[in-house]
């Protein structure tokens, strides 16, 4: 079974700074992707950033990068010039090749403050 | 550009009801999810179907059912409520099944009283 262990539940940032997010997960699969969805209050699931296994470059998107280390099975979420509106729960999730469905960690809780 | 939509966004149903949810995928996405997400708690598989056809199973109890029809829209049918299933329902679609990002509706609230 995979697993996926967010072992931060709160953070908390100043505006304009930047903020790292922590995910590991377990799986003896090789072939997988890796995401990150934030959930702000209004409770909507917001797709931030995606990554493929088999790539070794991280992705990036825009504010957003990963660090995507395969070998010690890391995937963080890097956010940088944190906005007001960046405050969410972060959850890192997984998918196996193959399959449709996501394994979610419990999530990270991001304030970002004035 | 058109996302994932669900309805009811909420209600309001009491125990030993039934309640049915509905979604509409994105357009062109053939595959739909449903997760359920407690207080609190991470999101977790019910269940998924591909091309009207149930393709993965998850966590979903005995009394739940749904189908994907033929203009790919779902329905959850949930029977028995219990208190334990007050939730966030989410819909979700993709375009295919393997690998291809997911993108999630904004919820359907269930209370059950």
């Known amino acids: 079974a995979q697993t996926v262990t967010q072992s931060q539940p709160e953070m908390s940032v100043q505006e304009a700074e930047t903020v790292t997010l922590s995910c590991t997960y377990d799986t003896s699969e090789n072939n997988y992707y890796l995401f990150w969805y934030k959930q702000p209050p209004s409770r909507q699931m917001i797709l931030v950033i995606r990554q493929e296994a088999y790539k070794q470059q991280n992705a990036t998107e825009n504010r957003f990068s990963v660090n995507f280390q395969k070998a010690a099975k890391s995937f963080s979420l890097k956010i940088s010039d944190s906005q007001l509106g960046d405050t969410a729960m972060y959850f890192c999730a997984f998918m196996i090749e193959g399959y449709s469905t996501l394994t979610f960690g419990k999530g990270t809780m991001l304030l970002v403050s004035p | 550009a058109a996302g994932v939509i669900q309805s009811p966004r909420h209600l309001i149903k009491e125990k030993r009801e039934t309640a049915t949810l509905k979604c509409y995928p994105i357009?062109?996405?053939?595959?739909v999810y449903w997760y359920q997400q407690g207080p609190g708690q991470d999101p977790q598989f019910l269940i998924s179907f591909y091309e009207k056809m149930q393709s993965d199973k998850g966590s979903i109890p005995d009394r739940f059912s749904a189908q994907q029809f033929s203009d790919y829209h779902s329905e959850l049918n949930m029977s028995s409520l219990e208190l334990g299933d007050s939730a966030l329902y989410f819909c979700a679609s993709s375009r295919g099944t393997e690998g291809n990002t997911i993108y999630f509706g904004e919820g359907s609230w269930l209370t059950v009283v």
């Open positions: 357009p062109r996405h053939d595959t």
